[in-house]
């Protein structure tokens, strides 16, 4: 599903991501793991087609991470989401819902199953976190996507919300289908995981 060779990103003369082969089967449940500064997010960014490469290249089912094809198959969620911040909840849910061609109800209904579907009508940039985090997560997962790229979906979560989380990646693995994701409260997963990919810190230069 996903394979990465000698994927490097550099910012500058800082080197964020350096020369990460990785190789994630159709099926697998990975966490990557690491200390702050490894590269875990940005080698997820990459994968999610927001960033390129300096050098060194990634595919996801074969083909580049920023194409059609495979941003139809993937759902990625981030620390804190990149939600429009003048719709509603329910207007954020219909608009992801529009272009995953799926009804706005299996949207409503994640969000329901985090006990969120009470601040539909609200503006997302009056939400905490929290609530953000979860309708971020209805958004990227309401199409069911064989692929799903998480960076600490539980930051920010209550402890029913991560327990329902940790309920929905298994139902995602049980239905065969991969995730790779960062997690700084790995208990909630570890019976889940197939590995720990681990990134090192690398030097600046």
């Known amino acids: 599903m996903i394979r990465t060779k000698d994927l490097t990103v ?14 994630v089967d159709e099926g697998e449940v990975v966490l990557l793991a ?9 080698l997820l960014r990459v994968l999610a087609g927001l960033l390129e490469p300096s050098s ?13 094809t495979v941003r139809a198959l993937r759902g990625f969620v981030q620390d804190d989401p990149p939600l429009y911040e003048y719709l509603t909840s329910h207007e954020h849910l219909a608009f ?11 949207g409503l209904e994640l969000l329901a199953r985090f006990g969120a579907r ?6 997302v940039r009056d939400l905490s976190l929290g609530t953000r985090k979860k309708v971020g997560l209805a958004a990227a997962l309401a199409h069911r996507p064989r692929l799903l790229l998480l960076d ?14 940790a309920r929905l990646l298994k139902e995602a693995r049980d239905e065969g289908r991969t995730v790779l994701m960062t997690a700084h409260e790995p208990q909630y997963v570890e019976q889940l995981l197939d590995r720990h990919v681990h990134l090192e810190n690398r030097s600046n230069s």
């Open 10 to 23: 550099r910012f500058g003369e800082k080197t964020a991501v350096d020369r990460v082969d990785l190789h």
């Open 34 to 42: 690491g200390p702050n500064g490894s590269g875990k997010s940005t």
């Open 56 to 68: 060194g290249g990634a595919e996801i089912a074969g083909q580049a991470p920023d194409s059609a």
């Open 96 to 106: 992801a819902a529009r272009l995953w061609g799926v009804p706005v109800e299996d």
């Open 118 to 123: 009470n601040w539909s009508g609200t503006l």
């Open 152 to 165: 600490e979906p539980f930051n920010g979560l209550d402890a029913d919300s991560c327990g329902e989380l």
